[in-house]
C-alpha cells in the first residue's frame, strides 16, 4: 500500500497573545490523505482551518506533531529545504486569487515554474494547457484586470498547479464568488484535480459543494473528526 501523500499526526497550536489569552487553536489534530483523495474540511470561522492548512503546507509550524508528506517527515526541516518543498510538492489556492497585477493570466502561471528551473518554453506549453483545461485559454493575454471574477480564480487554480504538485490545500477558493459563479469554478478546480490525481484538502463553509468531495471532514474544538 502507498503512503499517504498527508499525514498529520496530534498537530497542536496556540497563539500567545498575552497571558490569560493564550489561544489553542489545534489540539492533537491528525489528518490523512491518500494520493488522488479530494477531502473536505468545514470548520467555523476562528476554528483554524487556515492555522491547519499553513501547518500542512510547510507556511507555519506546529508547536507539537508531526507533518510528513509523501512519507517524508517535514517537521525538522531547515527553513531553506521547506521552502524548496512548499515549490515543488504543494499547491496553494486562497479565496482571494492574488494574482500578479502587471502580468498576464498566462505569464501568471509561466513565472512560478521558471522560478522552478523549466525552460520559457516548457512553462508556457504546460501554463496554456492549463488555461485551456479550465475553459479560459482564450483568456491568456489578459491580465487580471480585464478578467471576472471566476475567470480570476480559474486562473490562479492553474497557478497552483504548474509545478506538477502532489498536494493541493485551498482555503475556502469560491468563498468570494456568487453561487453561480463559485458552482462552475469548482467544476473546473474539481476537473483539474481528478484529471492530475492529486491529493487534496479544500476547506469549504459550503456543505453541498463539500458533499460532492470523496470525504468530509470537520474542524471541532482544535481536532479533526470524520464527517
Not at 497571558?19 to 479530494?38: F, M, S, Y
Not at 487554480?157 to 485551498?170: I, Q, V, Y
Amino acid at each position: 500500500m502507498s503512503n499517504p501523500t498527508l499525514d498529520l499526526r496530534g498537530l497542536t497550536k496556540t497563539y500567545n497573545t498575552g497571558k490569560p489569552n493564550e489561544v489553542r487553536v489545534l489540539q492533537g489534530a491528525d489528518l490523512t490523505v491518500a494520493p488522488g483523495e479530494i477531502v473536505a474540511l468545514v470548520a467555523p470561522s476562528g476554528a483554524g482551518k487556515s492555522t491547519l492548512l499553513h501547518i500542512a503546507g510547510l507556511l507555519d509550524t506546529p508547536d507539537a506533531g508531526t507533518v510528513t508528506i509523501a512519507g517524508a517527515d517535514m517537521t525538522k526541516l531547515s527553513d531553506k529545504k521547506r521552502t524548496a518543498v512548499r515549490r515543488g510538492t504543494v499547491g496553494f489556492i486562497y479565496q482571494f486569487h492574488h494574482l500578479l497585477p502587471e502580468f498576464t493570466a498566462l505569464e501568471n502561471i509561466v513565472l512560478p515554474q521558471l522560478a522552478n528551473g523549466v525552460s520559457d518554453g516548457a512553462a508556457r506549453d504546460r501554463a496554456m494547457s492549463l488555461l485551456d483545461r479550465v475553459g479560459v485559454g482564450e483568456r491568456a493575454s489578459h491580465r487580471p484586470a480585464a478578467l471576472s471574477g471566476g475567470e480570476q480564480q480559474r486562473v490562479a487554480f492553474c497557478r497552483a498547479l504548474a509545478n506538477e504538485p502532489t498536494l493541493l490545500l485551498a482555503d475556502e477558493p469560491t468563498g468570494n464568488l456568487d453561487p453561480e459563479t463559485s458552482d462552475r469554478v469548482f467544476d473546473a478546480l474539481m476537473g483539474l484535480v481528478r484529471d492530475t490525481g492529486l491529493a487534496a484538502v479544500i476547506a469549504t463553509h459550503n456543505l453541498e459543494l463539500a458533499a460532492r468531495m470523496d470525504r468530509v471532514v470537520r474542524l471541532s474544538n482544535g481536532a479533526v473528526e470524520a464527517q
